[in-house]
């Protein structure tokens, strides 16, 4: 059994890794903007609501790892912080399930899942040729769909009881 002391020293650990991810997240999108017209391979919204979601994004992600990093609110932060690792990877899944029911876009979704630019830069911009999906784009976008989750996982274990919080 693990002492009160190594679970917080985990907790911590995992609040500041996850905060540091938060804030990687929402540099890279301030210095490389996210296409509304890409997003919208993911999401089948009109693009001007994409466009300030796509604004929004990296101000949300910027606050959520600032106060991570600041252990301010953590509880709040972490459950808001799954909320919306299990956002992405929900959306992820219904790109690639809108993929799989409609061949003349199955490329170009899976593309844009699998080069999210979640990180950074997307990947080349997305295939509007109707062809099947590449095995190795399919892998690309199931393993984000797996990070985003166990992402998730790890914001709802530092939820747990929180010996060092402050909110």
Do not use: N
């Not at 808001?80 to 959306?91: E, K």
């Not at 784009?137 to 998730?152: E, F, I, M, P, Q």
């Amino acid at each position: 059994m693990l002492s009160a002391d190594v679970k917080a020293d985990i907790a911590v650990v995992l609040t500041v890794g996850l905060g540091l991810m938060w804030l990687w997240a929402g540099v890279a999108k301030l210095r490389h903007p996210l296409d509304p017209q890409r997003l919208r391979t993911l999401l089948p919204l009109p693009v001007p609501v994409l466009a300030v979601a796509a604004g929004a994004l990296p101000i949300v992600e910027l606050g959520l790892g600032v106060l991570l990093l600041t252990r301010t609110h953590v509880v709040v932060t972490a459950w808001f912080s799954a909320l919306l690792l299990v956002t992405f990877a929900g959306v992820q899944v219904a790109a690639l399930v809108r993929a799989s029911l409609t061949p003349t876009g199955s490329s170009a979704a899976v593309q844009a899942v699998a080069g999210c630019g979640c990180f950074g830069r997307a990947a080349a911009p997305v295939d509007t040729v109707p062809v099947l999906a590449a095995p190795a784009d399919l892998t690309r976008a199931g393993s984000h769909v797996a990070r985003a989750l166990v992402l998730a996982a790890v914001a709802v274990a530092i939820t747990l009881p929180c010996p060092y919080c402050v909110g």
